[in-house]
């Protein structure tokens, strides 16, 4: 242990004089030995301070939580980590942003292996803070803290990641899981529109190479949704909840008949705000017997609902069971409208200079222009007319 605490008096001058270079570089030189050591160094870290010391407990670190452990040894690493993701100095974990993510990983394989998510949601958000180069950077622990979000059902600290605009992901991967967790986290919060949002990112049709038994699988797996949809579409609500008492055992098996039972809410909502559409007033009595609920009371209370939520826009003559619907209140002349559309053109000019610069770089990147070139040679000679010679090859 002789190097190890020669290299922690290292790390103590190093961070107080500010020597922060020459301190990584000794912290890489000493790897080896660190991970030789690697079951002992747990106290080792009782002699640092994670915020002042930051770089150098974070190799510490990696290097003690590094293999397989235990439940025990989970339980006992698990608050130093979230200690140190709390305290750690942004800008020395940036010097090895890998090893950071890795801990953090580790991290919430912890907290799972101890069955407690819900202690890795807080300590998680934190470091996609501090390890993002900005809020429009898509890290790789976004998609593990959404997991984490997702099984301890904290939606809404989910949800607050998701309203930001993404333009940079470092892997492929992490977006793929980011809008599935993302989607689901949605749902949760009944949040259907972001939801679909996020799960139109996934292509709809399989590759070509995927084996026949794998489709078909997948056609068996998905025949009672793609039927649900198409059921859905109808606006029959008999129909609908027939296909659901066919299906029930399979959409509990799949964990999703709560999910499908929100769909048979919502065609009730649907065939509401279709009455909108006909009608000026219609008595209670009327909506229960068009849309197929059991009473003028039920009714009611679904009207009601939809009224508070802002999804129809009417009133309800109690005395006399009639409902009358009415226009948009809204005029978009107050303040607040005003300061919220002129938000929103604010943010899609951003959006649009985002995007013409992202277009310029890739147009101009000459790994693209070189593969543009070389595909042009699969096209008839023809085409080859009017381009320029150095995409000639």
């Known amino acids: 242990m ?12 190093l961070s107080s004089s500010g020597d922060i270079p020459h301190l990584h570089a000794l912290l890489k030189q000493a790897q080896e030995s660190l991970y030789a050591e690697s079951t002992r160094l747990l106290p080792v870290l009782d002699q640092l301070d994670p915020a002042k010391h930051s770089l150098g407990y974070l190799y510490i670190l990696e290097a003690c939580s590094s293999g397989s452990i235990s439940k025990e040894q989970a339980s006992a690493l698990v608050l130093p980590i979230a200690r140190f993701i709390n305290s750690c100095a942004a800008e020395q974990i940036r010097l090895q942003p890998d090893k950071f993510i890795s801990v953090c990983k580790r991290f919430k394989d912890q907290v799972m292996l101890l069955e407690a998510p819900l202690r890795g949601v807080a300590p998680m958000l934190t470091a996609i803070r501090k390890i993002q180069a900005s809020s429009e950077h898509l890290t790789s622990l976004h998609p593990e803290f959404l997991l984490l979000c997702l099984l301890s059902k904290s939606y809404k600290a989910g949800y607050s990641i998701l309203d930001e605009d993404i333009f940079e992901v470092d892997q492929p991967r992490d977006l793929f899981l980011y809008c599935y967790y993302g989607g689901m986290i949605c749902i949760g919060q009944k949040r259907f529109r972001k939801a679909l949002e996020l799960l139109h990112n996934f292509s709809t049709s399989l590759p070509k190479y995927t084996s026949s038994v794998a489709q078909r699988n997948l056609k068996n797996f998905s025949q009672p949704y793609i039927e649900l949809a198409n059921c859905y579409v ?18 509990e098996n799949d964990n999703n008949l709560g999910l499908v039972k929100q769909v048979i809410s919502s ?50 003559n109690q005395k006399d069971g009639m409902v009358r619907f009415l226009e948009d209140p809204e005029q978009y002349k107050t303040c607040h409208m005003i300061e919220h559309i002129d938000s929103s053109i604010q943010r899609i000019m951003a959006l649009s200079r985002k995007l013409t610069a992202i277009d310029e770089n890739i147009s101009t990147d ?4 070189s593969k543009t070139g070389r595909e042009r040679q699969r096209f008839d000679f023809d085409d080859f007319d009017g381009v320029p010679q150095k995409f000639i090859i």
């Open 2 to 13: 002789e190097p190890v605490q020669a290299l922690v008096a290292n790390i103590q001058g």
């Open 234 to 251: 109808s606006g029959k609500i008999v129909d609908l909840e027939a296909l659901v008492d066919k299906y029930r055992e399979k959409y």
């Open 267 to 316: 065609m009730y909502k649907r065939n509401i705000q279709r009455l909108t559409q006909t009608y000026l007033t219609l008595s209670l009595q009327d909506i229960a017997n068009s849309v197929q609920l059991n009473s003028a009371k039920e009714a009611e209370m679904h009207v009601l609902r939809m009224i508070e939520d802002g999804e129809i826009f009417a009133t309800i």
């Open 366 to 369: 000459p790994l693209f222009m």
